[in-house]
């Protein structure tokens, strides 16, 4: 920006006039008051549960990413739902221990050198996630 020619001075006042809101206020003042959509997490439930309809390869990476539990374990219906009735499969790189746990499937993990193939309950975050809960069992009230 030239500042004795004034160049360049209209980008440079609604950069700052942009940083000074934030983010929300910029868009609401630029595009109007912005609707409640859906979260990340419904938004991926939807999308998934619409397109994983028939027989196909299906090629997932972390689909449970912002889903809640409740939505991962869906997730884990339909696939399972899928592979049986609609004679689809599916390669999934997660982190879920509700869709690891899916029946029958095969788990290569891929944190061993050489790859091996493992059973949920194997692997190290799943571990990880047993010593938790395992430590404040007597804090849940599970009736």
Excluded at 39 to 66: A, F, K, R, V
Excluded at 108 to 133: A, C, H, Q, R
Aim: aromatic share 14%.
């Amino acid at each position: 920006m030239n500042l004795e020619t004034g160049e360049n001075v209209a980008v440079y006042k609604r950069f700052w006039g942009m940083m000074k809101k934030t983010f929300t206020s910029y868009l609401t003042e630029k595009l109007g008051p912005i609707e409640r959509g859906f979260s990340n997490g419904e938004s991926g439930m939807m999308y998934l549960s619409e397109t994983i309809q028939q027989e196909g390869l299906y090629l997932l990476d972390e689909p449970e990413n912002s889903m809640s539990c409740q939505f991962q374990k869906n997730l884990a219906e339909i696939i399972s739902f899928s592979v049986r009735h609609c004679n689809s499969q599916f390669i999934i790189a997660t982190h879920s221990p509700f869709l690891l746990a899916i029946p029958n499937a095969k788990i290569y993990n891929l944190d061993e050198d050489p790859v091996t193939i493992s059973k949920f309950w194997e692997l190290g975050n799943m571990i990880e996630y047993y010593i938790l809960f395992k430590t404040y069992s007597e804090q849940f009230k599970v009736e």
